[in-house]
């Protein structure tokens, strides 16, 4: 099974200037990976559409799927429905089925605002489920997400299954020797098995641990062999425990 290749996009100045932290790359990464997409890169972009659309035309090109992360809603900085429909050379028009959906809800207090809320790029699928009403946007490759992250989060269960590949599977040693120990054993088990995903993770004041290991491949058997190896010439002692998965 091949991987889904995945670009993120991250769009809002409240992210660029620390007001709000983004926990949603991080929710989308750990979720990719539970269904086995690649993500391959991440773009966080200010709430300027000329930033958004040239992004978003470089994502739609160099991957299979792109996630975008804020922007959508009824405020004046809620603009990337019009960045992706440029990026795509699409306009933006009033989706009916949104909004008969908002005109019912909101009835005779329905305004302006709420009916910006109804605007995607000419040719959008709407994705209905999930807890939250209102439909994923989805254009030729790009999912549209909102930023809020538990509407995100909803919204990702309802859609990460089309991004499914062939999983990881993980090992994970902890050592009680710092990096420079055991810097010539990593080595040694990544020359033995390239393919390898190895990483490396110090941590400070942890009276359980000095480093983190992962070890990480699609194919199972590979990745049991290179534990095997690794943990057969760390020096004794080193390994405090091992964690699968």
């Known amino acids: ?35 086995g997409g690649e993500l391959r890169r991440i773009a966080v972009v200010p709430d300027e559409i000329d930033e958004i659309v040239e992004v978003i035309r470089d994502f739609s090109k160099r991957f299979e799927v792109v996630l975008t992360s804020g922007g959508i809603g009824p405020t004046h900085d809620d603009i990337t429905i019009a960045a992706v429909a440029r990026a795509l050379g699409r306009r933006v028009i009033r989706h009916p089925t949104i909004e008969e959906g908002l005109r019912r809800f909101f009835k005779d207090n329905v305004n302006s605002a709420h009916l910006k809320m109804a605007e995607v790029p000419e040719g959008a699928e709407l994705i209905q489920g999930g807890e939250v009403k209102f ?20 919204k990702f269960h309802v859609i990460k299954q089309r991004f499914t590949g062939a999983r990881y599977h993980l090992k994970t040693i902890y050592s009680c020797k710092g990096e420079s120990v055991i810097a010539e054993h990593l080595d040694a088990t990544l020359a033995r098995f390239p393919d390898l995903l190895l990483g490396s993770y110090p941590r400070l004041g942890d009276a359980d641990y000095r480093v983190k290991v992962t070890l990480e491949s699609r194919d199972q058997a590979y990745v049991e062999q290179a534990f095997a190896h690794l943990v057969g010439i760390l020096p004794e002692g080193t390994v405090v425990r091992t964690e699968e998965g």
């Open 1 to 35: 099974m091949a991987e889904v290749t995945v670009g993120i996009v991250v769009i809002g100045n409240e992210i660029l200037s620390g007001k709000v932290m983004d926990t949603n790359s991080a929710f989308l990464a750990r979720g990719l990976r539970e269904v």
């Open 135 to 154: 439909p994923v946007v989805k254009v030729e490759n790009v999912y549209l997400l909102p930023g809020i992250p538990q509407i995100l989060e909803d």
